[in-house]
């Protein structure tokens, strides 16, 4: 894990980055496979969703072929070229790995 402010490697337990302070707790990463012709469709519904903050996608083989800071801001003009990107990556590839890392939601 790492600190979104200022990069630093953090333990997984951390709940303060130890170089810059900022909380880093609340997050958790969901991790699946999917067919290349489903990624798209995919994509879209992960960037609609509120608690998403990145989006990292994979080859078969592990190395990263696309990383997406995901903000609630994304939208329109903003959102196409990773769409473009997204599309690409499903022409050339069969299976991708999907890394999705999320805010926890408190529920009072």
């Known amino acids: 894990m790492n600190c979104d402010r200022c990069g630093t490697e953090l333990p997984q337990d951390a709940n303060y980055c130890f170089r810059c302070g900022k909380r880093v707790?609340?997050?958790f990463v969901e991790e699946f496979s999917i067919h290349?012709?489903?990624l798209v469709k995919?994509?879209?519904?992960?960037l609609h969703?509120?608690?998403v903050r990145r989006i990292i996608v994979r080859d078969e083989e592990g190395r990263v072929l696309l990383e997406v800071p995901a903000t609630a801001g994304l939208v329109g003009?903003?959102?196409a070229p990773w769409l473009a990107a997204?599309?690409?990556i499903a022409a050339l590839v069969?299976?991708?790995n999907v890394?999705?890392?999320r805010r926890e939601t408190h529920q009072t």
């Open 77 to 79: 003009a903003v959102l």
């Open 86 to 88: 997204v599309g690409a």
């Open 36 to 38: 290349s012709d489903e």
């Open 42 to 46: 995919r994509f879209k519904e992960l």
């Open 49 to 51: 969703e509120g608690n």
């Open 94 to 96: 069969t299976r991708c």
């Open 25 to 27: 707790a609340g997050k």
């Open 99 to 101: 890394s999705v890392e």
